[in-house]
């Protein structure tokens, strides 16, 4: 009888957000974790990665392609859409080049090698460009551009017209401003405990990506070689122009329009954003050694005082 007295252990589930520093140190946790992966892991990895974001970017243009909506309203919607590609991404545990320029915080902490970052950085590019065309190579089999009378096919037309046509400066800043914002999407999802938590956590941060207009390299793999693809049916030349209004001039859309017009400085401003903007800043603010002791002593004392 003396036993059915004894008072039970309750177990609290905190549902609370990780607090900031905290997700600085998980997030330098995983650099390391990431940073010892193997190639191959790296590799294949990194082509589901630009798979995911592929499959992002087409259902984004399928979905705004024929809209009639204010333009800020399309772009809303076309960014919160195309968030399903980080979703992928982050829920899946696949490597995104933009995402993992957050490894800088665990090579400022010196628990990642030069060696080991830029390998990561190399090896997860190169997979997401292939994972990218390869979803390139599908989408154009599957003739998912002739839907609505090639409207499909027009409006992914167009939105590379427009990236390779971008100046220097301007793909830079966009792409420095796309992936400081895709970095505190990945930021915010290191706050969450839960698969729901991660996902609203990406919903705003990139569907604000998107609808501004900014530059998201690994998203460029998929569109401007869709729309090189595209440019080769007179169909969808001819859709695009009654969409657009204008004659219009191709001759940017091309694999040297591609790489040196606009995947070259997005790639230099996407790794500014993340690196200089989100990583090495919050690293300043939450890991530094005497700052990281501070905000520990801090935690403990209202710890104790609950």
Same mark, same amino acid.
């Given at each position: ?7 039970? /252990?309750?177990?609290?589930?905190d549902i609370d957000a990780y607090s900031p ?46 809209? /009639? ?92 017209? /427009? ?144």
């Amino acid at each position: 009888m003396a036993e059915n007295n004894v008072p039970k /252990t309750i177990q609290v589930v905190d549902i609370d957000a990780y607090s900031p520093p905290q997700i600085a140190n998980r997030i330098d946790k995983v650099a390391l974790v990431k940073a010892k992966l193997t190639f191959a892991q790296t590799f294949l990895l990194g082509i589901l990665a630009g798979a995911y974001i592929g499959i992002g970017a087409q259902f984004a243009t399928f979905v705004s392609s024929d809209s /009639t909506l204010h333009f800020g309203l399309t772009s809303l919607i076309t960014g919160i859409v195309f968030s399903l590609g980080l979703m992928l991404v982050v829920v899946g545990g696949a490597e995104l080049f933009t995402g993992n320029c957050l490894i800088i915080m665990g090579y400022v902490s010196k628990r990642v090698t030069t060696r080991q970052m830029l390998n990561n950085w190399t090896v997860s590019y190169a997979g997401n460009l292939l994972g990218s065309l390869t979803m390139v190579c599908w989408i154009s089999q599957a003739h998912q551009w002739e839907f609505f009378q090639n409207m499909v096919g027009a409006k992914a037309l167009l939105v590379a017209h /427009t990236k390779v046509n971008l100046p220097f400066t301007t793909a830079l800043a966009r792409g420095v401003l796309c992936n400081s914002m895709v970095c505190l999407a990945v930021w915010l999802c290191f706050s969450g405990r839960s698969v729901a938590d991660k996902i609203l956590s990406i919903v705003f941060p990139i569907g604000g990506f998107v609808a501004s207009g900014f530059e998201h390299c690994v998203a460029n793999m998929y569109f401007i070689p869709m729309g090189i693809t595209l440019k080769k049916h007179p169909e969808v030349i001819a859709a695009a122009e009654k969409m657009a209004g204008k004659t219009l001039d191709l001759s940017q859309l091309t694999w040297k329009g591609f790489f040196i017009n606009n995947l070259f400085p997005v790639t230099l401003g996407n790794i500014v954003g993340g690196v200089i903007l989100v990583g090495v800043v919050f690293w300043f603010v939450y890991l530094r050694p005497n700052i990281s002791l501070s905000f520990s002593v801090k935690q403990d004392y209202f710890h104790d005082k609950k």
